[in-house]
């Protein structure tokens, strides 16, 4: 079992920056696939990207692309969100998991490991 703890959220306003951390601890060699998504109030869990363990490829939600970009340390067990010209529409809880399964994944149901949240508000 993985267990993740998301941190990095906060209050911005429109035009701003945060850069979101997870770190994964217990059985991490099992982890193939990585990624983020979000939950504004009353929407379900969207995708937001997500990257493999292994390689470079990375896929992002069309909502966020050339905005946000995916990164990973392996040697750290950490996965990184960098948000950029962040939006109100950006506002939510986002959620970091893993997957045993492989390749680079947008869907929440092939993830098995997902931590407990970070709140994200981006003001106007």
């Known amino acids: 079992q993985v267990q993740l703890v998301e941190s990095g959220g906060g209050s911005v306003q429109t035009g701003g920056s945060l850069k979101l951390s997870c770190v994964a601890s217990?059985?991490?060699?099992?982890?193939?696939?990585m990624g983020w998504f979000r939950q504004a109030p009353e929407n379900e869990r969207e995708f937001v990207a997500a990257?493999?363990?292994?390689?470079?490829?990375?896929l992002y939600a069309e909502a966020v692309q050339g905005r946000f970009r995916i990164s990973k340390d392996n040697a750290k067990n950490a996965l990184y969100l960098q948000m950029d010209n962040l939006k109100p529409e950006d506002t939510a809880v986002y959620y970091c998991?893993?997957?045993?399964?492989?390749?680079?994944?947008?869907?929440?149901?092939?993830?098995?490991?997902w931590g407990q949240g970070t709140q994200v508000t981006v003001s106007s």
């Open positions: 998991a893993t997957s045993t399964m492989s390749g680079v994944l947008s869907s929440p149901y092939r993830y098995e490991s």
């Open positions: 990257t493999a363990r292994i390689g470079s490829d990375t």
């Open positions: 217990g059985r991490t060699t099992s982890t193939q696939a």
